[in-house]
């Protein structure tokens, strides 16, 4: 993960998942994050972040004609889909860094560099 935390420190996911747990811990909310209530909970979470996006059309990389308003409720919505995904992915035992590391591995395997540019995706 990219980002620097207050004095510097990396933002990392072990970090977040740390976070995440105390968060839960501290507010006695572990028994409501089964993975099927945190699945259903980031699934709103992303149609939050997409009713940002609905009404827009297409937008250019950097959102150069965006509010800062816009920008920041949109940071706070990717924050909140990104915190349940790093939620779920710990209650569910899954390393998520060691599981995108692979699957970044697994679709260089599927989609080799040809030289032409390669196909959308």
């Avoid at 800062?68 to 390393?95: A, I, P």
Wanted: aromatic share 6%; glycine share 10%; with cysteine.
């Amino acid at each position: 993960m990219t980002g620097l935390k207050e004095g510097g420190e990396r933002v990392t996911l072990d970090l977040l998942t740390k976070k995440m747990d105390d968060f839960a811990r501290e507010r006695d909310w572990e028994r409501f994050h089964s993975p099927r209530n945190l699945l259903l909970a980031l699934v709103g979470e992303m149609g939050e972040l997409s009713e940002i996006f609905q009404w827009k059309g297409e937008v250019p990389k950097g959102l150069p004609n965006w509010k800062d308003e816009e920008k920041q409720h949109l940071g706070e919505e990717l924050s909140d889909v990104l915190l349940y995904l790093v939620r779920l992915s710990d209650v569910c035992g899954v390393d998520l860094g060691k599981a995108a590391l692979r699957k970044v591995e697994l679709n260089a395997l599927k989609y080799p560099v040809n030289g032409d540019g390669g196909s959308k995706k």
